[in-house]
């Protein structure tokens, strides 16, 4: 099993930055492919990026350009870096391993318990 838990969320001003980082506990993290998330109050979870366990990643279209995803499997850590923020990308992140990589959240077996991200104009 893979333990996930998100930190580095926070208030930013829009067209800021801000790193997200997803710490991970657990056998076999190199072997998953690790997915981020997001989610608005009265809205369905959302998908953002994905990186498998060669590094290959994929990000849904309104993030490519601003949003970089990586990791780093010696320190068990997955890094979601955000830049050009907008208030359209306030919600909460989540991160979530899935044994093979996908855009949908029915694919991802872990979850972590997520980080707020507010973009303020």
């Known amino acids: 099993q893979v333990q996930l838990v998100e930190s580095g969320g926070g208030l930013v001003q829009a067209g800021g930055s801000l790193r997200l980082s997803c710490a991970a506990s657990?056998?076999?993290?190199?072997?998953?492919?690790l997915g981020w998330f997001r989610q608005t109050p009265g809205k369905e979870r959302e998908f953002v990026t994905t990186?498998?366990?060669?590094?290959?990643?994929y990000y849904t279209t309104s993030v490519k350009g601003r949003f970089i995803v990586s990791r780093d499997n010696a320190e068990n850590t997955a890094i979601l870096q955000m830049n050009s923020l907008n208030p359209e990308d306030t919600a909460v992140y989540y991160c979530?391993?899935?044994?093979?990589?996908?855009?949908?959240?029915?694919?991802?077996?872990?979850w972590g318990q997520g980080t707020q991200v507010t973009v303020s104009s």
């Open positions: 657990g056998r076999s993290f190199h072997n998953y492919a």
């Open positions: 979530a391993a899935a044994w093979v990589w996908g855009t949908v959240e029915e694919e991802y077996e872990y």
């Open positions: 990186i498998n366990e060669s590094g290959k990643t």
